[in-house]
């Protein structure tokens, strides 16, 4: 496959929440899962058969490729692909009904007590370092993941069934409030993504790794909800169909022609219009859907209930001159990115109410990020190699840690490598490869984020969707400036309902 063309699908499938199913099919999807683990790994990225695909592919899949689809432009596409080709390899393993949703806005909190976690279907929560021991997926069940190192491990899952997913009031502020593709991929960075990471497998357990999250089958359920959220987002206005700007992860500009990381068969123009004749799927309208108003840009009338049928809209013209190419895979650490990058484009002006008064004014074209003005080395006084980055008047020093070197510097963050690090393609394809870690370092916060916007209790902070803390950013090497602004902002609108 080159290419999906935009006709329109005619019968597209249903993507149901987990709930909607009737227990024997709630079976049959689980039996579906648990035959995808039994396949061997196959390494298949562009153009894979989906009678082969494993398990493993996509847990592998994703780690390779986690720096690069994470906290830039390519987050939605790069995972509506994935989940695409999750639901083809289901289909080869008995389960044509589409891949299903853990709809975490309806059931925010108290979600313990739901089907998709009982000893018959995915079961519960374990504890950090401990096989989980519940559901189908558990060790006692047999059920196995593919280690860092090519081996086969039991999974892990930890989260805390006290934490709450954000609710459907807050998510509808999000969609509300997007009127670009920019504002709703940045809207993952106030996270409501992160949230369902954490509070499903805290930072220590597998579906919250930094970047081998997919081990655990929650992950397609809580991913799919985001692809849902996105999907609502982009019926509810003609225009937002194929919007698609901003940078990829390391600063160029994306396009609808560049070829995506890992699905290098795919681009953005292939997947974003779900009512195409390849994609061809649909949502479910289930309890989180909550109502809100929103103004098109264009002066259309909003569609708020897209669900379950298709709602066509027209393809851009593809450009002839288009020569994108994906980004490079690089050799890295898997733990250290995930969680690290993506969350880090958040959006500095509040979110927008329930009831929107019209769409922003359009944005002038942004600077690219990498077109920084100069990139300035020193010594600091503790002997540290520093990097001064200027861009349109204004300097950031950043303090390079030991043992690392300049990779790659843009206006909002700085990527260091281990010395002597090279990107080679060759070590991903054997199982026991040598792992290695980029980081990213980012500017200092302003003294204004320095102070937390409200001192809550415990008891206070309870209905609130679960926070992301500075030790958590700091693990993951996330924009603590902006983690903290989005604490802010999510505790206001929690607090002020």
């Known amino acids: 496959m080159t290419s999906c063309h935009p006709a329109a699908c005619t019968n597209p499938t249903v993507r149901r929440e987990f709930g909607q199913l009737s227990s024997g099919e709630q079976q ?46 390519e987050f939605f596409v790069f995972h509506r692909a994935m989940l695409w080709r999750y639901e083809q390899a289901l289909a080869t393993a008995g389960w044509s009904g589409g891949i299903v949703y853990l709809d975490e806005a309806g059931y925010s909190s108290g979600w313990i007590d739901l089907p998709h976690f009982q000893n018959s279907t995915f ?4 504890s950090p370092g401990s096989c989980l021991n519940s559901g189908q997926f558990g060790a006692n069940a047999g059920y196995q993941v593919l280690g860092e190192g090519g081996q086969m491990q039991c999974l892990t899952r930890c989260g805390n069934p006290n934490d709450n997913f954000w609710d459907a009031g807050s998510i509808a502020k999000i969609i509300a409030g997007s009127h670009s593709y920019s504002d709703m ?21 597998d579906v919250g790794n930094p970047s081998w999250s997919p081990r655990d089958p929650l992950f397609f359920l809580h991913h799919a909800y985001i692809d849902k959220l996105f999907w609502k987002w982009q019926n509810l206005c003609p225009s937002y169909r194929y919007d698609y700007e901003g940078n990829l992860a390391d600063g160029p500009v994306a ?12 681009t953005p123009r292939d997947v974003l219009d779900t009512n195409n004749d390849a994609m061809c799927y649909t949502y479910s309208k289930s309890v989180g859907d909550f109502p809100f108003t929103h103004v098109c840009p264009d002066g259309s009338t909003p569609n708020y209930e ?26 890295i650490d898997i733990n250290s990115v995930w969680l690290q990058n993506a969350f880090i484009q958040m959006i500095n002006k509040p979110i927008a109410g329930l009831s929107s ?6 944005k002038a ?32 020093i950043y303090v390079l840690p030991g043992g690392y070197e300049m990779y790659k510097a843009t206006c909002s963050r700085v990527v260091v490598v281990p010395i002597g690090f090279e990107f080679q393609n060759d070590e991903w394809e054997k199982p026991g ?26 008891a206070e902070k309870a209905p609130c969707p679960r926070l992301l803390t500075d030790e958590e950013a700091k693990t993951w090497m996330m924009d603590i400036c902006k983690v903290r602004k989005a604490n802010k902002r999510i505790l206001k609108n929690c607090i002020q309902g």
């Open 306 to 331: 897209p669900f379950g049928r298709s709602n066509p809209a027209p393809a851009p013209t593809k450009t002839a001159t288009s020569t994108g190419t994906a980004s490079p895979t690089p050799t």
């Open 433 to 458: 490869y040598v792992g290695k870690k980029p980081k990213v370092l980012f500017p200092e916060c302003d003294e204004a984020d320095d102070e937390p916007f409200v001192e809550l209790s415990e």
């Open 357 to 362: 008064g019209g769409p922003p004014p359009k």
């Open 365 to 396: 074209a942004s600077r690219r990020d990498e077109e920084k003005d100069s990139v300035v080395l020193g010594v600091s006084a503790s002997g540290n190699i520093t990097a001064t980055v200027s861009c349109d008047g204004k300097k950031e």
């Open 123 to 126: 079961g519960g929560e374990g």
């Open 255 to 266: 396009t609808l022609d560049t070829p995506l990381d890992s699905w290098s068969d795919l």
């Open 28 to 73: 049959q999807y689980i039996a579906a899962v648990k035959s995808l683990a039994t396949r061997p790994q196959t390494f298949q990225f562009a153009n894979p058969n989906p009678a082969t695909l494993s398990a493993h592919d996509f847990a592998f899949t994703h780690a390779r490729n986690a720096h690069w689809a994470h906290a830039c432009a």
């Open 185 to 205: 991929n940045n809207g993952d960075t106030s996270n409501e993504h992160a949230n369902g990471h954490i509070v499903l497998g805290s930072g220590q357990c």
